[in-house]
């Protein structure tokens, strides 16, 4: 019987060393030590027993946190923007009329992904960090009478949350399927797909679900199954086709890809921290940091973007960059003193918000106050006076 050599090497021997970093940023989050053990495991193949045994139980544990019954709920070997790829590439042929919400940077690459693969985007548009009221939204849909509507439930470049029940409604009133963007809320904020009515909702595994990023969750409806049935012409993309992808991974099993058993193996740990934790608890941890986050900033005297409450999303904040401070020489200080990484804003935002990251295991008490007392020296080592 052959034998397999054993590694020797110990920690003080591998070649790469990368500096310890504090993840307070837009993503990639915070890793659980659990998550890093699991990911130290023996690989085995992408046809294995075992992978597929790993694969079914990431499926049973992503309905949930989802909160959808969708059969059709598995991952993308893709980073968010490949699952965005994925719903946008099944669901948008040429032809297609596409009513895109646009409030953000991730708005306008779902509706510029959309416009690739030949669909017909109208736009309904506002200022980044605004959201969409319910009338606005159901008479945008009831106006255009898209076949398909895109929206971002977590807008990452601008903190907002976009609430999609009247979206959902009113897109199902004219026949028309809903794709959603949950990159950011999944595992840190209620996206519950079928009480919202979404039909096909894509995420990323290194925000809310604590892991490296390298997956995208994705679900699909029944409802949305029986349209692509009726699509007459293939997919553009190969490699994004939700019928070999499901044939793969949900059905026979058949060779589509070979999909990493490392980072299934990291998800499914992640997935198994949310189920011990209790989702609804997990939910209340990060609500709890963000007001606690929020609380501490407006007592500095700084103002959050997004100005209702009701709209900011939990594990993302936007606090306005001060008048005067240069919010790149904050965020150096905060990474050269303190190892902390946060993110700035970009586009429109550029130089007027940070992007902090409250997320998994630095959705504590503890985690909001060290983060801002390091915050506030940063802040008035660049002159704020507030």
Request: a neutral charge.
């Amino acid at each position: 019987m052959a034998t397999v050599a054993e590694p020797t090497a110990t920690m003080d021997q591998i070649s790469i060393h990368p500096p310890k970093r504090l993840l307070y940023g837009p993503g990639p989050g915070q890793v659980h030590p659990r998550v890093y053990q699991a990911m130290a495991q023996p690989i085995v193949g992408h046809l294995d027993a075992y992978f597929f045994q790993i694969s079914n139980e990431i499926q049973q544990l992503l309905r949930k946190v989802f909160g959808t019954k969708n059969e059709m709920t598995f991952l993308i070997s893709a980073t968010g923007s490949g699952g965005m790829e994925t719903a946008i590439s099944n669901f948008v042929s040429p032809g297609t009329k596409v009513a895109s919400f646009g409030n953000g940077f991730f708005c306008d690459r779902q509706a510029e992904m959309a416009r690739r693969h030949g669909g017909n985007v109208v736009r309904l548009e506002k200022p980044w960090g605004e959201v969409f009221s319910d009338e606005e939204a159901a008479d945008f849909i009831r106006l255009e009478k898209p076949q398909v509507v895109t929206y971002v439930q977590a807008e990452t470049s601008s903190g907002a949350f976009q609430k999609g029940e009247a979206i959902c409604n009113a897109a199902h009133e004219v026949g028309a399927l809903v794709i959603a963007d949950c990159v950011t809320s999944l595992g840190a904020m209620p996206v519950e797909i079928d009480k919202t009515g979404i039909d096909i909702a894509y995420s990323c595994s290194q925000k809310g679900l604590s892991c490296p990023p390298g997956l995208s969750p994705l679900t699909v409806s029944p409802r949305a199954l029986e349209h692509l049935k009726t699509r007459t012409n293939p997919n553009r993309s190969w490699y994004f086709d939700i019928s070999l992808i499901a044939d793969y991974l949900v059905q026979s099993h058949r060779y589509h890809h070979t999909a990493s058993a490392t980072m299934f193996y990291a998800l499914r740990e992640g997935l198994a921290l949310i189920e011990e934790e209790g989702l609804e608890n997990r939910w209340e941890r990060h609500h709890k940091a963000h007001l606690e986050f929020v609380k501490k900033v407006e007592a500095l005297g700084l103002e959050m973007l997004v100005p209702n409450p009701a709209n900011r999303i939990w594990n993302l904040n936007t606090p306005k960059v001060p008048q005067g401070v240069d919010d790149a020489k904050v965020r150096a200080t905060l990474l050269k003193e303190n190892g902390i990484e946060i993110a700035g804003g970009f586009g429109p935002l550029a130089g007027k918000v940070f992007r902090v990251g409250l997320m998994g295991p630095l959705a504590t008490s503890e985690s909001v106050h060290h983060f801002m007392h390091c915050f506030e020296s940063a802040l008035r080592g660049a002159g704020y006076k507030g």
